[in-house]
């Protein structure tokens, strides 16, 4: 079985016995990206057909605008895209995008998992979600340590939803995020970082 197999939410909490509840713990944070990064992506919307295909949101969107916040946070945490995790023959698979602790040992060496970001294919959030979910488990259980939240994105590059798995609880951000306001959607990219930070410091 793999990460992909997992159909909807509900199918990953009635095998791990997870709790399902909506919350806000993204708030609103308006925040621009850098104006190179603002540039290139109205040149993009100005001559490319971004939503045409999903390699093309994900070249042209997702991985630039998580490189982008990224470039904040660097010196504490790693990014990493298609890399493989797994926890045990059901827990297995590469989600799309991970962050997690930066290793002492340098770049290749993958320590914690603390977000992972999972591209909807096809628009298909449900199924989206459902993979985000089980990769949350793994994280989760490859930590070892259910106090500490791990959190989910799930896009089409277009609209984003933030989830976060705490101790048996998942939680569904109440409010998205859609790309026609960068601002905001950049701001709760930095808001969910910095939350990330000042959890390590408790």
Known sequence: MAFSDFKNIAEVQMRYKIKF???LFILDNTLLPSKNFINDFEFN???IDIFTSEASRCEIIISPLLREMYKNHCEKYAFWIQKSISFDDILTGTPDYIFSKKSSLGKTVLETPIVIVVEAKKNDFEQGWGQCLAELVASQKINADLQRPVYG???????WQFGRLRKEIFTKNAHSFTIDNLAKLYGALEFLANLIEQEELT
């Open 21 to 23: 509840e909506e919350g």
């Open 45 to 47: 919307q100005k001559n």
């Open 153 to 159: 994105v799930v896009t089409d590059g277009n609209l």
